[in-house]
């Protein structure tokens, strides 16, 4: 969904179009699966973790009319356990008949997106965020933000491009202006309007 | 190509809102300004969801402080665990008298039910609002008409009446734990979200009967759907004057819900003065008591004082309840 | 009813405070329906205090147009970021947001407006003709039908989801579980809140669709800039051609009244109207593979839905003085606080009132129309902000949209662990919106099984006894088993003429 070059509702699917929506037209591959299944299984891990150390939750099952607090947990984390299960299997099975006769494995889904550089400026922008409200509370909503949002938005302007003052200093303007203006409609919404008690 | 025409517009147009919100940010910084206590807004922290009856009484009270004093009062919802997430959040809120919290009277049970919940000792409790009567409703078509009936009714089979209720440790499911354990009566409680879901499950006739206070069902009674057997209150409810209290029908029975502001522990003494009189004198006004009455709420402000003896009044009521029906948890008393 | 209706209706257009706060309240519901993290619920509790020294009449007029101007600006945002503004916008940006990016925010936002408009008529329409009848039906639900029409509305979006219906549904039992963290709503004991007290008070929709979705879709974007693929997307024609609304007949037709029958059911709400529409217009559609992909009809029919959900809520409040959601909740209780009382006496004795009700909504929804026909062209310069500005300035709405729900910090943490969540969904190629609907209808589902098993005293045939749940029962089970035999057949057809897929073993993407 990330491309701009979205088909558009004329055009068939099969016209391809951004890489993303191409390739979630192919079927899964063998090291995908695996890692949905994995996914899967990390969640219901989790969640027999918290079931297995509640002990109020199983006092009670099927005490009175009412089925109880863990009916409920207990199916649901069962279906994920066993729909992982499935997956991570015939990832596994596929992997395997894969290896036997070339041709029918695909890449890993890293190599195929360019490697796992590209995942580095979304973490960073997550881990920021991740302090954003402690510094938030610190020194404030208006200033943690503004710093926040300049600071981001200068990082990735695309300095290297630009060529001369004039075009950098237009880019530093526009960095600076959106900046008043993303903080400035955020405190007049949240803050005056709805008295969000942001710190 | 498309970016470098699109940026000088977007700066010219960017440059003239940021300007504009600016202004508007300098106008709401510089608006409160007064010597002493309160010198900034005060927040009445909500537990309930917008739209509840919690809700509409702060919002109601923070509209008529607005008479008595120059800083604005401001509502704000924490809600979610059941009530108990609001009340911590005032709990642990500065002790400067900025933030106030609402609470009813399931805070009590809660802090047995959940290890969580903040305990009574943790909290001051500021103005009483007015309480909240519970009421005994059922459905016409069950034939029932006094209190006399429906407990003749459970006694001869027990269990045989669904009765719509809150979750365990709500008021509604205090006032029937409290009809069971007084008449020595069971019936089969059915939880509910609240009590626009119970009103709904008493018409649509999932449940008979319903232990909600009289104003979820006054247009029910006058359509003669509903019929509401007694007020467990000293007094017959303002709103359907005809119904009798469970005292006149000869049972000794009074229960339900109340509401009162609290302040976080800490708060220096003559903050808490300060703020007692501003919302007494609030609560005490004619027009207050008046709104208060067309949204459905008896309103019968008292002091700091005569709320807390209130409080622990309720605690000692519901906390035999509460153990018989093995939902105290934590805190027990020894 | 038609004569204080009409009556209303002349009221507002004369008298210029009515049409004053009409508008202003369309205004004023737009902007914060739009807002993410301020639900219509949260703008009606912000306007509330506004309308205290109005008349009733006034203050109806006033709240009911910041009700349904709401709805519909929700949608804003859901289209041209990505972010739901209200819950009921979820679907909408299946379609509306691809069609954005495609360059097409104004036709996106064209036709979420008209089917707006449609929806919120024929809503309006069928609650002042037949409001009764409708509240009788909504009132034979009990916990059983709440169930079904749950499993109903949770199928139909499994269905309705990009990729494998089995991942889907897995994606979506995930959402379940997030739903029952905190305290369980029948026995107020706390589950999958790992000790930390802010787990206990569960997790709110906001912070979650808002992650989910806003967060997630800024990470992708950071990501696949750095690929090189950049670019600012052109804003193209702002109304999309007349015939291609009128071929968006059928779907609003379609989904407004799904939205009217479904809203009208007390706590069933928006969610399960906006994906029965969705998953409606798939099936009949024959190019389903465009949906997903910015298909207008997967924008019209769950948008018009949406929007006639709140002529359906007002039913069962208008006519038994029962609100059928929060929204409906805060109205009640500014009637209230006016010493009015909504239910079955209010059309007895005060029908003048009623009409009030009824014109105000007419008018707030053709003034929706009229004020954001004009400020379209407004609306979509946002899409005109470069890419990583834009982004960076949704990642700073994602945060304070999240704190507003509940004001509080935790929730904040909540969205940034679901921004990664999302993130990841979208690495394997899995569909986050499962996920959200599991979380708003999970609780729905578990209470309502759990409080019939109650009633019925434990016998499961509850479920099956009743002829509505039984017809939700058996309509799900068709929708599961549907695409199943659809496969086989096309296994069957590809084999035969040995130029199908090769691997079936996904439906198409769409």
């Known amino acids: 969904m990330a491309s701009p070059s979205i088909p558009g509702p004329q055009s068939a699917p099969s016209d391809g179009g951004a890489a993303p929506a191409a390739a979630a037209a192919q079927p899964s591959t063998p090291l995908r699966d695996l890692l949905v299944g994995l996914f899967f299984l990390a969640w219901a891990a989790t969640g027999w973790l918290s079931v297995a150390t509640n002990e109020q939750i199983f006092s009670d099952l099927y005490a009175g009319l009412d089925p109880g607090p863990a009916l409920m947990p207990l199916l649901v984390l069962g279906a994920v356990t066993l729909g992982a299960v499935a997956i991570l299997a015939s990832g596994l099975v596929r992997l395997l008949r894969g290896k036997a006769g070339p041709g029918t494995g695909g890449g890993s889904p890293a190599a195929e997106e360019g490697g796992l550089r590209r995942h580095l400026v979304p973490l960073g922008l997550l881990a920021t965020l991740a302090v954003y409200p402690t510094i938030m509370e610190a020194i404030g909503y208006l200033a943690a933000t503004a710093f926040f949002v300049l600071g981001w938005i200068l990082a990735l302007t695309g300095w290297r491009g630009l060529a001369g003052r004039g075009e950098r200093g237009l880019a530093l303007a526009v960095a600076l202006v959106s900046t008043a203006l993303i903080v400035g409609i955020l405190y007049l919404g949240f803050v005056v309007v709805i008295h969000a008690p942001l710190p | ?334 | 009813m038609l004569d204080p209706f009409l009556q209303a209706l002349a009221d507002i257009l004369t008298q210029p405070t009515l049409l004053a706060l009409s508008l202003g309240g369309v205004m004023l519901g737009t902007i914060l329906g739009a807002l993410p993290g301020v639900s219509s619920t949260m703008a009606l509790a912000i306007l509330l205090p506004v309308s205290y020294p109005m008349s009733p009449e006034h203050a109806m007029v006033f709240l009911i147009a910041v009700f349904s101007a709401s709805v519909f600006g929700g949608s804003i945002s859901a289209i041209l970021v990505n972010i739901p503004g209200t819950p009921g916008a979820i679907v909408t940006q299946f379609d509306g947001y691809p069609l954005a990016r495609a360059g097409k925010a104004g036709h996106a936002l064209s036709y979420a407006l008209f089917a707006s408009t449609i929806g919120g008529m024929i809503g309006l329409a069928i609650l002042v003709v037949v409001a009764p009848i409708i509240a009788d039906a909504a009132m034979s639900f009990r916990s059983p039908e709440f169930a079904m029409a749950t499993v109903f509305g949770l199928t139909m979006l499994a269905y309705s989801s990009p990729g494998s219906t089995f991942r889907g549904i897995l994606v979506g039992a995930l959402g379940l579980l997030c739903g029952m963290v905190g305290f369980d709503a029948l026995t107020d004991v706390p589950r999958f809140d790992f000790g930390f007290a802010f787990l206990q008070s569960g997790i709110d929709i906001v912070p979650l669709t808002v992650g989910l979705f806003g967060l997630a879709e800024v990470m992708r974007n950071l990501g696949s800039r750095q690929a090189g693929a950049e670019g600012v997307p052109a804003i193209g024609s702002i109304l999309p051609p007349w015939r291609s609304l009128v071929r968006l007949t059928r779907p609003m037709l379609r989904g407004s009244l799904i939205g009217t029958f479904i809203g009208a059911i007390p706590a069933a709400g928006s969610a399960i109207a906006v994906a029965v529409a969705y998953a409606q217009e798939m099936r009949l559609s024959k190019t389903p593979e465009r949906f997903g992909r910015g298909a207008p009809e997967g924008i019209a029919a769950p948008e018009a839905a949406n929007n006639a959900c709140v002529g359906g809520a007002l039913v069962p409040m208008m006519t038994l003085g029962v609100p059928g959601d929060t929204m409906t909740a805060v109205l009640m209780g500014a009637l209230l606080l006016h010493g009015l009382r909504p239910g079955p006496l209010l059309f007895a004795e005060n029908p003048g009132f009623v009409g009030v009700i009824y014109g105000g909504l007419f008018f707030a929804v053709a003034a929706t129309l009229a004020c954001n026909l004009v400020l379209i062209r407004a609306i979509v310069q946002v899409m005109r902000t470069p890419m990583h500005i834009l982004m960076i300035g949704i990642a700073a709405l994602s945060v304070a949209g999240s704190f507003a729900i509940r004001n509080s910090i935790n929730d904040v943490y909540i969205m940034l662990f679901f921004g990664l969540v999302g993130y990841v969904l979208g690495l394997l190629r899995l569909p986050a919106a499962p996920m959200a609907f599991g979380l708003i209808l999970g609780p729905i589902l578990e209470e309502n099984v759990r409080r019939a098993l109650i009633v019925s005293r434990g016998d499961w045939t509850v479920f099956i006894d009743r002829p509505i749940a039984l017809v939700m029962l058996l309509l799900s089970l068709v929708a599961l088993l549907y695409p199943v035999a659809a496969m086989g057949w096309r296994r069957l057809r590809a084999a035969r003429n040995g130029t199908g897929r090769t691997e079936p073993l996904r439906q198409t993407d769409g």
Do not use: C
Request: without cysteine; neutral net charge; proline residues 6%.
């Open chain 2, 1 to 334: 190509m498309n970016r470098s025409i699109s940026i000088p517009k977007f700066v010219r147009l960017g440059a003239a809102a940021a300007v504009l919100a600016l202004a508007g940010t300098m106008a709401g910084a510089t608006g409160a300004a007064a010597a002493g206590f309160p010198d900034q807004a005060i927040t009445i922290v909500v537990n309930w969801p917008a739209g509840g009856g919690q809700d509409t009484a702060a919002r109601l009270i923070a509209d008529y402080v607005a008479k008595n004093t120059s800083v604005p009062v401001v509502v704000s919802n924490v809600t979610g665990a059941g009530g108990a997430a609001g009340i911590r959040h005032v709990a642990e809120a500065a002790p400067d008298g900025y933030t106030i919290g609402i609470m009813g009277s399931s805070f009590v049970a809660r802090q047995y039910i959940n290890p969580n919940a903040t305990r009574l000792d943790q909290v001051e409790p500021l103005v009483f609002f007015g309480p909240d009567p519970g009421a005994l409703e059922v459905r016409a078509d069950t034939g029932i008409k006094t209190v006399k009936d429906y407990i003749d009714r459970l006694k001869a089979k027990p269990g045989s009446i669904t009765n719509g209720n809150d979750a365990p440790g709500g008021s509604s499911y205090i006032v029937a734990a409290l009809i069971e354990s007084k008449f020595g009566v069971k019936m089969t409680k059915v939880p509910y979200q609240g009590y626009a879901p119970t009103v709904a499950g008493l018409l649509a006739g999932e449940v008979q009967s319903a232990t909600l206070p009289v104003h979820q069902f006054v247009d029910q009674y006058k359509a003669g759907t509903v019929n509401i057997l007694g007020v467990a209150s000293d007094e017959r409810h303002f709103l359907v004057p005809d119904v009798p209290t469970f005292k006149e029908q000869g049972f000794d029975f009074v229960a339900g819900d109340w509401r009162a502001l609290f302040l976080p522990k800490g708060v220096p003494a003559d903050r808490v003065k300060a703020l007692e009189e501003l919302f007494y004198k609030t609560m005490s006004d004619p027009a207050f008591v008046e709104a208060g009455r067309k949204a459905g709420f008896v309103v019968t402000p008292m002091h700091a004082k005569e709320t807390a003896a209130r409080i622990v009044e309720t605690d000692e009521a519901i906390y035999p309840v509460l153990l018989e029906a093995g939902l105290v948890k934590t805190n027990k008393k020894q």
